[in-house]
């Protein structure tokens, strides 16, 4: 039995490249860890700086993300409210500069994001759209480069610390799975992730996540077989060791996971009831 994994998933990066700045909001909890991390990249010599996830409606934090300008883009991972919640605030902090998602919802005077590989800006660095839903139906990641230093802005896709959910309707574990076998080819490229610390590799950091999630359906399999009936029996027994204030979330994944099974063997839900 594979345990809760609360621990990073490779080794943390030894520092960040001078053109990345963190700025971490005061927002930590179980599912924040210590905070929502909101990256400020800027290339030496250049003006303009890009942020990616502006994070929770924190005047103190979006007055931090300001006090870094100017800023010419403002991108968003995925729209859970931790990160997109302070988005408009800051949209009118900087003046109208864009932001940009893939949900219109959370883009604002700019366009959604849907093109795979789409350069986003000119500031004097790659950045590049990565499209990894799963976790979301609408997450995707960012690899930016200076020079010969590259970087992979996961969002919740991959977290410094511990492993993420799988936001269960709205994500969906094929998806999840698929993404990280993306992220696998990253290799010796930094991650940095939407909460806790950056890792150094972030292709390690996948094949970590991948054979969790995949000895995890191992379990969920065993729980059905031994008689589990419902998401929230599967949770019992598969995150017995989790905190049960967490369970709620683990319910989420529990559920992506059992569709995955259903839709594996041809079944529904693998033949349980999701309630």
Known sequence: MTGH???PAAALAGELPDWVTLLRAPNPGPM??????TWVLRAPGREHAVVVDPGPADEGHLAAIAAHGPIGLVLITHGHPDHT??????????DGVPVRAVDPTHTIAGEPLVRPGEELGDHGLSVRLVPTPGHTGDSVC???????????????T????GTTVVAHPDGHLG??????ELLSTYRGIAALPGHGPALA????AADFYLAHRRARLDQVRAAVAEGATTA??????VYADVDRSLWWAAEWSVRAQLEYLGRESGGGAAGLEQA
């Open 5 to 7: 994994f609360t621990a």
């Open 232 to 237: 929230a029996e599967v949770v019992a027994t």
């Open 158 to 161: 991959i977290l410094g610390r």
């Open 175 to 180: 998806d999840y799975l698929t993404s990280l």
């Open 32 to 37: 924040t860890l210590d905070g929502t991390n």
């Open 201 to 204: 590799d972030c292709g390690a």
């Open 85 to 94: 919640d302070g988005s408009r605030r800051l949209h009118d902090l900087l």
């Open 142 to 156: 960012f690899l930016v480069g200076h020079g010969d230093e590259r970087a992979v802005l996961t969002g919740d």
